[in-house]
């Protein structure tokens, strides 16, 4: 009889699932719901995050730590499990019995203390362990998937966690891009767009209003592009979840979409459903043709254009401030036939978008993490800092003051980390912006925040209302035109009882600098 389970979310991350908080896997739920369907009682079983099993690891009768990450990133919301951290756990851990599952297996890659590897179906071994259920069906899967849905509630980021939600399973390309582990998978389905809307129904009445159809490689060729799958999907969701605040997805196959003539309907089907601010991750990979055909990618640049041509166009009106869906462009280098004129070739290729007048939403650039016998081209690091830093300078800085303009009103945005007097947060969705807000916030406390400047990759904002008789000396600084002096000025003169009280004290050009900040003049009390 097992009495303890101690179940760690070592976060994952692969081309088709993200589980690095704010988001949580469905794979740590089917986990959890496994072990609720073998008779492990609730009570029984310790779940701990990656951040959490640092600090300390119980021991008990079974140790389960689901982890990986097969594509590279870096986080702000927490860090995934190392394959170090997870071998020194299994030794560390006098539990008799420890698996480790997920991506980190399926990639071929071992570490050593534990007793169980599985990289597939983990959560169905785990079930066929503890009652003999005798592997796949997708009755179990569904079963799993609710049980499973209780565990939101005990993330250490609830209610403020987006629940990653996976329609199939598997890259559905006969053949697939020669870098991507999704090619080594031999476990694919297909769940119902009943079966997710019936999970987003036990997520939302434990809580879950944060929601993202993120676990698939392309969520247009969810059924094969059926049209009429994709609505029943999305409408399913929203009446299973009224009052949910996102709806994002992630991977979208860009060749596909333009191939495609229910394209443009399908994203039409999005953007009417949706929440504002969402993404359409294109993994066009490279724009340099000897590097596209010797990896098999695919999509080519020309088709790639028309896709965001075409997002642009269905998905670039605006609701509540935000575009309601944008293209996201990633690029790998270290890939197999790079040379040194891919740099170039793929600046080229986003000029031409940024001087089309395109939107793009996010530009991920990273180096391949090669897996089996994939071969990692040599990367200068120099040259590659140049090139990103020429991305951020001439693309990145442009688009954000497009995308968000000054003025911009963010309703919600989480605080998740202080350095020094700036605190970093960001709204819940897909790829969400990072937002630096002046002064030491309250951590996963929401605020209304304000767009003030942009940065390269990230912007400055305000909490809203900013109320100039309670604004801290940071958030004074933050305001451009307002330095040390003027900054000090305006905390002596306070309390302000309105626009001509402060032109009267301290002139004209501070009140014409700060009438476009100022929102609120309540006095502050003495």
Same mark, same amino acid.
């Given at each position: ?39 492990? #009682? ?12 640092? $600090? ?15 594509? *590279? ?32 297996? /399926? ?23 503890? $009652? ?205 036939? /790079?040379?040194?004129?891919?740099? /170039? ?31 990692? $081209? ?11 830093? $020429?991305?951020?300078? /001439? ?30 947060? #960001? ?17 996963? #406390? ?18 809203? *209302? ?61």
């Amino acid at each position: 009889m097992i009495r303890q389970v101690i179940l760690v979310d070592g976060h994952i991350d692969e081309p088709s699932c993200l589980g690095v908080p704010p988001y949580i896997s469905p794979h740590i739920r089917y986990l959890y719901g496994a072990l609720l369907m073998g008779g492990v #009682r609730e009570e029984n079983i310790i779940y701990l995050t990656a951040e959490e099993a640092r $600090q300390q690891l119980p021991a008990g009768d079974w140790l389960i730590v689901l982890g990986g990450t097969t594509v *590279p990133g870096k986080y702000l919301g927490g860090q995934p499990l190392s394959r170090k951290e997870m071998q020194k756990m299994a030794n560390n851990n006098p539990t008799p019995e420890k698996w480790l599952l997920g991506p980190i297996v /399926e990639a071929g890659i071992r570490p050593g203390g534990f007793n169980h590897y599985v990289g597939e179906g983990v959560a169905h071994q785990v079930l066929d362990k503890l $009652q003999g259920t005798g592997g796949f069906s997708r009755d179990l899967l569904q079963g799993m998937a609710l049980r499973g849905a209780s565990l939101i509630p005990r993330h250490p980021r609830f209610p403020y966690v987006v629940a990653e939600l996976e329609t199939y399973r598997g890259c559905r390309r006969p053949s697939q891009c020669f870098f991507c582990s999704d090619r080594w998978r031999k476990l694919r389905y297909i769940r119902q767009a009943e079966e997710v809307a019936a999970e987003v129904e036990e997520l939302y009445r434990q809580g879950g209003r944060y929601f993202r159809l993120g676990s698939q490689p392309d969520l247009l060729n969810y059924d094969d592009g059926q049209p009429n799958t994709l609505e029943r999907l999305y409408k399913g969701i929203r009446a299973a979840a009224p009052d949910l605040k996102v709806l994002h997805l992630d991977n979208v196959e860009p060749g596909r979409l333009i191939r495609s003539p229910e394209g443009p309907h399908l994203l039409k089907i999005i953007v009417q459903h949706n929440t504002p601010g969402d993404i359409a991750s294109f993994g066009l990979e490279s724009a340099d043709p000897q590097v596209i055909e010797a990896n098999n990618i695919a999509v080519s640049p020309a088709e790639c254009k028309k896709a965001v041509e075409l997002v642009n166009e269905i998905g670039g009106v605006r609701k509540n401030g935000l575009p309601a869906l944008l293209p996201g462009l990633n690029f790998l280098h270290g890939l197999q036939g /790079e040379r040194r004129e891919t740099v /170039e070739i793929n600046l080229d290729f986003l000029r031409k978008l940024v001087q089309k007048g395109l939107l793009l939403r996010r530009i991920n650039i990273r180096q391949v993490i090669p897996h089996g016998n994939y071969r990692k $081209q040599p990367v200068a690091r120099g040259a590659f800092d140049q090139y990103k830093e $020429q991305v951020n300078r /001439e693309i990145n800085r442009p688009l954000l003051q497009k995308v968000f303009p000054r003025g911009l009103i963010f309703q919600e945005v989480i605080p998740e980390k202080i350095q020094g007097n700036l605190t970093f947060g #960001r709204p819940l969705g897909t790829y969400p912006v990072r937002i630096g807000l002046p002064g030491k916030k309250e951590l996963f #406390r929401p605020l209304q925040v304000k767009i003030i400047e942009h940065g390269y990759r990230s912007l400055t904002g305000l909490q809203y *209302p900013f109320n100039l008789n309670r604004a801290s000396h940071e958030e004074l600084l933050a305001l451009p035109g307002i330095g040390q002096k003027r900054a000090a000025e305006l905390i002596l003169q306070r309390p302000f009882r309105g626009p001509e009280d402060l032109k009267n004290r301290l002139g004209n050009e501070v009140a014409e600098i700060m009438e476009e900040y100022i929102d609120c003049y309540q006095e502050v009390r003495k």
